[in-house]
Nanobody
Framework: QVQLVESGGGLVQAGGSLRLSCAAAGRTFGNYAVGWFRQAPGKERERVAA????????TYGDSVKGRFTISRDNGKNTVYLQLNSLKPEDTAVYYC????????????????WGQGTQVTVSS
């Protein structure tokens, strides 16, 4: 089992940037595909980005494409989400999630979840 801890959230003005981190403990993170999700009050959870276990494949939701970048450093057991050009509608709790896999793909469903980090974008 892998434990995930997100960090890096906070309050930022519209147009600003944040970098979220998802640190893994307990297993070799390079064996896991990872996704970043967000959930705003009253809204469904949305996958914003995903990355394969090696980092060779990434995918983004339409609402964040061109503004957010997912990356990973398996040597540090960490996946990052760079958030640029933030908008008030990006306000949400951001979660990272992981899935043990031998393939190089990205996924919609994950087995392990972190506790989340709050991102608030003021107008």
């Amino acid at each position: 089992q892998v434990q995930l801890v997100e960090s890096g959230g906070g309050l930022v003005q519209a147009g600003g940037s944040l970098r979220l981190s998802c640190a893994a403990a307990g297993r070799t993170f390079g064996n896991y595909a990872v996704g970043w999700f967000r959930q705003a009050p009253g809204k469904e959870r949305e996958r914003v980005a995903a990355i394969s276990r090696t980092g060779d494949t990434t995918t983004y939701g339409d609402s964040v494409k061109g503004r957010f970048t997912i990356s990973r450093d398996n040597g540090k057991n960490t996946v990052y989400l760079q958030l640029n050009s933030l908008k008030p509608e990006d306000t949400a709790v951001y979660y990272c999630a992981a899935r043990l896999t031998a393939s190089g793909g990205v996924y919609n469903e994950y087995n392990y979840w972190g506790q989340g980090t709050q991102v608030t974008v003021s107008s």
